[in-house]
């Protein structure tokens, strides 16, 4: 089931979005998530958290369009996409599409990446779209599709991540290692319209920037 997760972050980009919702089984919105989606013209199936970033007007709009609403209290141990996450994996998604994650606060932003490492994702392809980035962690292999001359940077995440191999791009690397806290897989570039990468042992943050027409 593919399912898209709106959070509460800067506006997604209409376009991009448009290109995705038709393709989604489930859409949920974290919060004021449910604000970025109905921007991109989008009604959600399901709003979940503690529903703070709504105005009355807006929870009255979701209301009225059939909106099934899943309300936490405001002091809980979990943040509103968390939440969301929690509860796609609850209905067996298999596919995740998240937007507007990014933006904001920083330690939002910075705690909504990290959530793309929690176990309960290891088995369902995540991704963060933004207006012209893609986020994914990848825990044994993977490919980007994209343009070439696209950028593709990969950082170490828990630890080194060892047995790193990348073909399709102008820095390839055979069985090395990206070192925690260290900038050897920033700014790679596609040097084909699909880059495959690897790991043996670790986990890696993949940050794919499409180049501008």
């Known amino acids: 089931m593919r399912t898209i997760i709106f959070a509460n972050g800067d506006a997604p980009d209409p376009d991009i979005v448009r290109h995705w919702a038709p393709q989604a089984d489930l859409i949920i919105a974290a919060d004021g998530g449910a604000r970025n989606a109905l921007s991109a013209g989008v009604m959600p199936h399901v709003v979940i958290g503690d529903l703070d ?3 009355d007007t807006d929870r009255a709009q979701l209301d009225r369009s059939g909106v099934q609403f899943i309300v936490y209290p405001a002091h809980k141990d979990y943040t509103d996409l968390e939440l969301a996450l929690r509860y796609a994996r609850k209905l067996q998604a298999t596919e995740i599409i998240i937007f507007s994650a990014l933006g904001g606060r920083w330690d939002q932003s910075l705690a909504n990446l990290m959530l793309l ?3 309960e994702l290891a088995q369902v392809p995540t991704r963060m779209v933004d207006h012209y980035l893609s986020i994914q962690v990848i825990r044994d292999r993977a490919e980007i599709t994209g343009r070439v001359g696209d950028t593709l940077s990969l950082i170490a995440l828990k630890g080194d991540a ?17 070192l925690f806290g260290a900038t050897l897989g920033i700014s790679n570039v596609l040097a084909q319209p699909t880059a495959r990468i690897a790991v043996k042992q670790g986990q890696i943050l993949a940050l794919h920037a499409r180049r501008e027409e």
């Not at 060892?162 to 990206?178: K, R, S």
């Open 117 to 119: 490492t929690l176990p």
């Open 162 to 178: 060892h047995g790193v191999t990348i073909e399709g791009c102008e820095y390839p690397l055979n069985d090395a290692t990206l």
């Open 53 to 55: 970033s709504l105005t």
